[in-house]
Structure formats: C-alpha cells, structure tokens
C-alpha cells in the first residue's frame, strides 16, 4: 500500500489509485501546466497577450513525469483520507501561532512601557519661576538652536531648547542679538529673563521664557603644556 508523509506524519492511503500502471517513474506524459496550473492563462497577467501562460503556450498541459503526476496524486490521497487530522493540525497550529504572537505583542508592549517609564523617571520636572517671574544668572546648555526666517511683519527668531545645569527644561523665542549667536552645544548664561509659561512636552516640565539676554560662554583651549586656558 501507497505511503505519503505530510504534516501528520506519514501514513498508509486508504483512496490512492496509482494513475498510470504499469509505467515507469522515469517515463513522461501529460500532465497540467506547473506555472498555470491547467488552465492554459494567468489571469494576473491578462494584459499581456490575453493572460497566455508561456510555458505550456495557452494549451494547460506540460510533460511531466510519471513520478511526478504519482507524487501529486499520493498528497490527493492524503488529504482526503486524513482530513479530518489535517484539521484539527491546522487548528491548533493556528491557535499556537496567535498564542505566539499574542505574548509577542505583550512583551512589545511591556518593554514599551518599561522605557517610557525609565525615560520620565529620568526626566528632571519643576519650573525655574514663577509665571511673570524675572530670573537671571542661570548656566544653561543649548540642546536644539533653530533659525527662524521673519516675514514682512515679524522679525527673523531663534528657537532655542535649553537645559539649567540641575536638568531642568528651558523653551526660549527669541530675537535679541546674543539669543540670535546661540547654537547647539552652546553654554551660556541667562543674563535677564521672564517665565513666560509653564509647559509641559511628553511628560516633562518647560519653562518658557521671554525677554532673554544671554552671554555665550568661551570655550576652554589647552595650551601645548597641557593646560586649560580661557579663549
């Protein structure tokens, strides 16, 4: 009796009829097309030449080997006698597959939520002052220096976001000469200001302030014996 292997493991055909007895596995006949599958056109192709399959030149037929067209009808058989097993295979493989991606997805998630909270609890919150509040001498550094270009009734700006050395979070618009000198990586002193408003941006604290003067720190130069000194 015919034997065939598949996803249930191997199994004896009960249904299986050898399609052409007494041939050898070696020898060739028709079978259907392998591209076009017998039909003789593919319909995704239909807009070159009517869909004409190529390979079998619109005829749906091929030669194929004896062991071949015995090959396809074995699977047949299979899938007939143990359909039933085929199933439930199916059903559980699906359900492990979901369950796969399901802990997959909570894993995501969890990761997710694990850096976003390790991202705020690094986040250093509170204002500078009080809205309205003047403040000045304050150590910042530049993280973000963006030119904005003025129009016909607006002067041209700088948007700068800042960080105090204690982390806390400035939002600077401002179009005085020394803010316009900023750039990123920049340290500088706050030599006049006002909190404008408390915002906040993904959780963390900002403190917008208006009317700044700034004084850009010089950069230290090492001399050639090794030694800091002021530019």
Same mark, same amino acid.
């Given at each position: 009796?015919?034997?065939?292997?598949?996803?249930?493991?191997?199994?004896?055909?009960?249904?299986?009829?050898?399609?052409?007895?007494?041939?050898?596995?070696?020898?060739?006949?028709?079978?259907?097309?392998?591209?076009?599958?017998? &039909?003789?056109?593919?319909?995704? &192709?239909?807009?070159?030449?009517?869909?004409?399959? #190529?390979?079998? #030149?619109?005829?749906?037929?091929?030669?194929?080997?004896?062991n071949?067209?015995?090959?396809?009808?074995?699977?047949?058989a299979?899938?007939?006698d #143990?359909?039933?097993?085929?199933?439930?295979?199916?059903?559980?493989?699906?359900?492990? =597959? /979901?369950?796969?991606?399901?802990?997959?997805? =909570?894993?995501?998630?969890?990761? /997710?939520?694990?850096?976003?909270? %390790?991202?705020?609890?690094?986040?250093?919150?509170?204002?500078?002052? %009080?809205?309205?509040?003047?403040?000045?001498?304050?150590?910042?550094?530049?993280?973000?220096?963006?030119y904005?270009?003025?129009?016909?009734?607006?002067?041209? /700006?700088? #948007?700068?976001?800042?960080?105090?050395?204690?982390? =806390?979070?400035?939002?600077?618009?401002?179009?005085?000469?020394?803010?316009m =000198?900023?750039?990123?990586?920049?340290?500088?002193?706050?030599?006049?200001?006002?909190?404008?408003a408390?915002?906040?941006?993904?959780?963390?604290?900002?403190?917008?302030?208006?009317?700044?003067?700034?004084?850009?720190?010089?950069?230290? %130069?090492?001399?050639?014996?090794?030694?800091?000194? /002021?530019?």
């Amino acid at each position: 009796m015919a034997k065939f292997t598949g996803l249930v493991g191997q199994r004896e055909l009960l249904s299986y009829t050898d399609p052409h007895p007494g041939k050898k596995g070696s020898d060739f006949v028709a079978g259907d097309c392998s591209r076009c599958g017998g &039909y003789g056109f593919i319909p995704a &192709y239909g807009h070159v030449q009517m869909g004409r399959c #190529f390979k079998c #030149f619109g005829n749906g037929v091929q030669n194929v080997t004896v062991n071949t067209v015995r090959k396809h009808a074995r699977a047949a058989a299979y899938a007939r006698d #143990f359909a039933a097993e085929l199933a439930e295979f199916r059903a559980v493989s699906n359900w492990l =597959q /979901a369950e796969t991606w399901f802990h997959a997805e =909570q894993a995501e998630k969890a990761a /997710a939520e694990a850096a976003e909270a %390790e991202r705020q609890a690094a986040m250093i919150q509170g204002f500078i002052g %009080e809205v309205g509040e003047k403040v000045s001498g304050i150590e910042i550094s530049v993280k973000v220096a963006k030119y904005i270009a003025g129009s016909y009734n607006r002067s041209s /700006a700088m #948007f700068i976001i800042a960080e105090t050395d204690a982390g =806390q979070v400035l939002k600077i618009f401002g179009s005085a000469a020394s803010v316009m =000198q900023l750039e990123r990586g920049d340290r500088a002193t706050i030599l006049t200001g006002k909190v404008k408003a408390h915002d906040s941006y993904e959780g963390q604290d900002q403190s917008v302030l208006s009317h700044v003067k700034v004084e850009i720190q010089a950069d230290d %130069e090492v001399d050639l014996d090794g030694e800091e000194r /002021a530019a």
